[in-house]
């Protein structure tokens, strides 16, 4: 098996793990066993040392998907205003494979990519996680995160050396990260306690921090040129995958608005994604042998991903990045979504500051905003997606397209 096969494989296997903890919470509390596992795996990796006269180094740690990073950068410019050119050095720690993502941006000096997913499931990575993290010595360390849970990014904020660790506390959220744990890696943590957008999260937690009062706004990256990616001069993106498979829409009635998409504009159909996506997208175009489609999985940088999205004439998507990314790069994008996280991440209001809000199309419950901590049993998907009807995201999608 080929390293990218085997990085594919741990993906998949952590993605499973993940999807039964969400499915039984309590489960989530076995995690503050890593605590004790990473005492051992941090013994004997020493910390880097301060240079004299240095600059004052600053290290964000945001080992989050490509989704939740492009709504982090829609704030993040604003840590320059805390922490300025002419007197610190930002560096981020991000996912490896989103790089070229943050350093598009041009708001950090550097930007350290570690695999935290496969440190999360193997713990020769866990241990190198720690050693490159400790290789320098910083003067503050800055969780945006969130540690109401016991998530990578609390114990690897414990491996950071740092004179000042500040981390971010949720309150709306279930916290089932103990208190002592929390103050044993954080020497600050800030409190948020209503409920809103993570943007808007982002942007408050950077307030606090001391960035002047803002509006966020979409996340600005560097265009790139699409050298060899022949694109149709007009497409539709439907992107039927989702993060995990009970939030996941029918692909058949995908397929289904797919179609009448087509046969209303005559937009060739494309297709993006990594390969991880692959299955689930070849069932969905099996399903529509006589729809025009131009299939760009596996064949694009994370960049060129965000480019070819930016062109298109409209997205329809499930619970995916490429929402975040259609959002940011203001298309016409139509979402269909659960209640699982409705107020945390689908629920753009955008229109307040001046730009285009997507079009949410979902099933109303009460149980809306349950943190993923669904009360029905029994179930493939989530209630609130599988009820969501044919005919509501057609008439969402028409009228994104009469307009």
Same mark, same amino acid.
């Given at each position: 098996m080929g390293s990218g096969h085997m990085h594919g494989f741990v993906k998949g296997v952590f993605l499973k793990l993940n999807q039964a903890l969400w499915k039984k919470p309590f489960l989530q509390k076995m995690r503050i066993l890593f605590y004790v596992l990473d005492s051992v795996l941090l013994f004997g990796l020493k910390a880097g040392r301060k240079k004299t006269g240095e600059r004052k180094k600053v290290l964000v740690m945001y080992n989050l998907a490509l989704g939740d990073a492009v709504m982090f950068l829609g704030a993040a410019g604003r840590l320059r205003d805390i922490y300025p050119v002419s007197h610190c050095k930002l560096n981020i720690a991000c996912q490896a494979g989103l790089e070229e993502l943050y350093l598009s941006t041009g708001i950090f000096d550097k930007v350290i990519p570690i695999d935290f997913i496969g440190a999360a499931v193997n713990l020769r990575l866990r241990r190198q996680m720690f050693r490159i993290l400790r290789q320098e010595c910083y003067d503050i360390l800055f969780d945006p995160v969130g540690s109401g849970d016991c998530t990578m990014n609390l114990f690897a904020s414990r491996a950071v050396c740092a004179l000042e660790k500040i981390g971010v506390l949720d309150k709306t959220l279930g916290c089932q990260c103990p208190q002592w744990l929390r103050r044993? &890696?954080?020497?600050?943590?800030?409190?948020?306690?209503? =409920?809103?957008? +993570? !943007? =808007?999260?982002?942007? /408050?937690?950077?307030?606090? /921090? %001391?960035? #002047?009062?803002?509006?966020?706004?979409?996340? &600005?990256?560097?265009? @790139?040129?699409?050298?060899?990616? $022949?694109?149709?001069?007009?497409?539709? !993106?439907?992107?039927?995958?989702?993060?995990?498979?009970?939030?996941?829409?029918?692909?058949?009635?995908f397929a289904q608005i797919a179609r009448r998409i087509y046969q209303k504009t005559g937009w060739c159909l494309l297709v993006c994604g990594t390969d991880l996506d692959k299955a689930v997208t070849d069932q969905f175009l099996?399903?529509?042998?006589? &729809?025009? @489609?131009?299939? +760009?999985? %596996?064949?694009?940088?994370?960049?060129?991903?965000? $480019?070819?999205?930016?062109?298109?004439?409209?997205?329809?998507?499930?619970?995916?990045?490429?929402?975040? !990314?259609?959002? #940011?790069?203001?298309?016409?994008?139509?979402?269909?979504?659960?209640?699982?996280?409705?107020?945390?991440?689908?629920?753009?209001?955008?229109?307040?500051?001046?730009?285009?809000?997507? &079009? +949410?199309?979902?099933?109303?419950?009460?149980?809306?905003?349950? %943190?993923?901590?669904?009360?029905?049993?029994?179930?493939? !998907?989530?209630?609130?997606?599988?009820?969501? %009807? /044919?005919?509501?995201?057609?008439k969402a999608v028409k009228s994104v397209i009469e307009k």
């Open positions: 044993n &890696v954080y020497s600050r943590v800030i409190t948020i306690s209503r =409920q809103m957008h +993570l !943007i =808007q999260f982002y942007s /408050l937690c950077l307030m606090k /921090l %001391g960035a #002047a009062e803002f509006k966020p706004h979409p996340a &600005v990256f560097s265009p @790139v040129e699409l050298w060899h990616v $022949e694109l149709p001069d007009q497409y539709f !993106i439907v992107y039927p995958s989702a993060s995990m498979s009970v939030k996941r829409w029918p692909v058949e009635k099996a399903l529509i042998p006589d &729809v025009s @489609v131009c299939s +760009l999985i %596996g064949k694009t940088s994370i960049m060129e991903f965000i $480019e070819v999205i930016g062109h298109a004439k409209m997205i329809l998507t499930n619970d995916t990045s490429v929402y975040h !990314i259609g959002v #940011a790069k203001q298309v016409d994008t139509v979402i269909v979504c659960g209640g699982y996280t409705y107020e945390r991440y689908a629920h753009y209001q955008y229109s307040a500051c001046g730009y285009k809000d997507p &079009v +949410l199309v979902s099933r109303k419950m009460e149980c809306f905003d349950c %943190g993923n901590r669904c009360r029905y049993k029994g179930y493939d !998907i989530y209630p609130c997606i599988s009820r969501i %009807g /044919l005919e509501d995201v057609w």
